[in-house]
Every structure is written in C-alpha cells, then in structure tokens.
C-alpha cells in the first residue's frame, strides 16, 4: 500500500506544482488587462473571463516595446525615462542594479551563465558546481594569474549562492548545459544524467507516436 501510495505522489506533486507555477504565471499576466479602460476589457463585452488573454496582451507589449525602441527616437526616449529613474532616490538604486543584471543575462553577447565548472569550494579538498560569468576587467588587471569570475549557487535554491574570483587553472570544465547543472542543484543531485536520459527517451517516443 505505502509503495502505490508514494507512486501516486510521484506522478501528482510535480503535476500539482507545474500546474500551480503556470496559474501564477497566468494569473499575474492577466493583470495586465485591467491597465485596459473598463470598456475593452475582454470581460466587458464577452460577459465572461477567459485566463490567458493578459499572457497575449502582455507578449504584445513586450513586442511593441521592442519594435518601437528599436530606432533611434524610441532610444531616446529610453533615455530619456531612464535618466528620469536615475533621478529618483532609492528608485534609482533598485532600478541601475536590476537593469544591469538583466543586461547582463539577456544580452545576445553576454558571457553569463554560458559555462558550467567544478571549482575547489568550500574547502581545498571539496568541488562545487559553479557558472561562469563575466570577469570585471579592473579586478582582472589587478590579478598576477588568468582569473575567471564564477557563481556558486546554494543549493537547493540557486537563486542564493557566492560570488568568487578564481584562477582559471584551477578550475575544471564540465559538458554539461546550464540547465542540466541547475537541475542538479536543485534536486542535491537526486536529477542525475540517468534520470535526465530516461526523460529524453519519453518525449522521443511521445514525439514518434504524433
């Protein structure tokens, strides 16, 4: 009975969590609509609420942002708004730290989070999972021997973790993607590479059957 019991949990938990991210996605996203007049809310005219139009609208404006600022007026006024936040205190503090962050994660040349290596953490005798990041070229003038600048994340959560300086021959380099790396830490290691083949052999079957 306990083992058909703990079965049912393996399947349902990861169902019920998926699900629930997804319906805090949604629901979050769909606040987006009430930024619309009362009249044009999709509510108003259809008589009812249908989940998912604030992910559309919310795609559109992301979009529009994108295609609108991508010349050279749009930047200006970018700019602009931008040098009106720096201005601000405390706003501008929040707002210059999470721009960079985001700039560095998301731009097309960034360095971020595109290498997994082992590096001696905590102690000489220990490895630790670590991603590379970018290297602050004043920190690295400063240094005798080739650095590299790597996060640790904690696990099991990986948004915490700590920001080191390492000498490059000391570090080791793993073929491993930075999402099966994150997998890894998340679970404490329970998503092994087995775990990871097994599921890639369900969605090649479940994409042959289609």
Avoid: C
Wanted: aromatic share 10%.
């Amino acid at each position: 009975m306990k083992r058909y019991f703990i079965t049912g949990l393996l399947i349902w938990v990861p169902l019920g969590i998926t699900l629930w991210v997804l319906d805090l996605l949604i629901g979050t996203m769909d606040l987006t609509l009430t930024l619309l007049p009362e009249n044009w809310q999709p509510q108003a005219w259809l008589g009812f609420r249908i989940p998912g139009l604030g992910v559309i609208l919310t795609l559109v404006v992301i979009l529009v942002t994108g295609l609108a600022t991508a010349n050279i007026i749009g930047q200006r006024l970018v700019d602009f708004w931008e040098g009106f936040l720096l201005r601000i205190p405390v706003v501008n503090t929040i707002y210059n730290s999470v721009k960079q962050v985001s700039d560095t994660l998301l731009a097309s040349d960034s360095h971020a989070f595109r290498k997994v290596l082992l590096v001696r953490y905590p102690h000489p005798d220990a490895w630790s999972i670590a991603f590379q990041t970018k290297l602050p070229d004043k920190v690295a003038n400063k240094l005798m021997d080739e650095h590299v600048a790597v996060f640790i994340p904690t696990a099991p959560s990986p948004v915490n973790g700590f920001y080191f300086f390492v000498k490059r021959s000391e570090t080791i380099e793993l073929d491993m993607s930075v999402d099966t790396a994150l997998k890894t830490i998340v679970s404490m290691g329970v998503a092994s590479a087995d775990v990871q083949s097994k599921t890639d052999k369900l969605r090649s079957r479940f994409a042959g059957n289609q």
